[in-house]
């Protein structure tokens, strides 16, 4: 059976982790960011628009919604409007790497679903480079 102490235990290493690690927070931060892009994404497939457009369009949406919680809960960041520039121009050079890799798997005879969901874990690894290492240096 559990014990208190041992759940309240649990939820203080937790908060630690988080606290220490910039890893882990872009990783959660990343998950919610993802589901917003992607379930973005989804939606407009379904009703119908082309996925250079969908994709586009949930990139634009997503890079407004990434830069508040990567700013805040990533990377302890003041929002600040003067780096947005640069946040920018990381997720035009990350859009321009997905859609290549949408186009590829599109090529291979996969969904566009799918297509969408695979570029994810790529394109996941070069954000956080770019964001760590220019956006918020």
């Not at 186009?103 to 996941?124: D, E, Q, S």
Request: charged fraction near 5%; aromatic fraction near 20%.
């Amino acid at each position: 059976m559990l014990k208190l102490g041992m759940v309240q235990n649990s939820v203080t290493n937790l908060y630690e982790l988080w606290q220490d690690s910039q890893v882990l927070r872009f990783i959660l931060v990343g998950v919610l960011n993802t589901a917003f892009g992607y379930g973005l994404y989804v939606l407009l497939i379904w009703i119908g628009i082309h996925y250079t457009l969908a994709v586009f369009l949930s990139t634009v949406m997503g890079v407004l919604f990434n830069y508040f919680t990567s700013s805040y809960l990533t990377f302890r960041e003041n929002i600040s409007f003067s780096i947005l520039p640069r946040f920018i121009f990381s997720y035009i050079f990350v859009y321009l790497i997905n859609i290549t890799i949408v186009k590829i798997v599109l090529c291979l005879g996969i969904n566009a679903y799918v297509a969408g969901f695979i570029a994810i874990f790529p394109v996941v690894v070069i954000t956080f480079y770019l964001q760590k290492k220019w956006v918020f240096q």
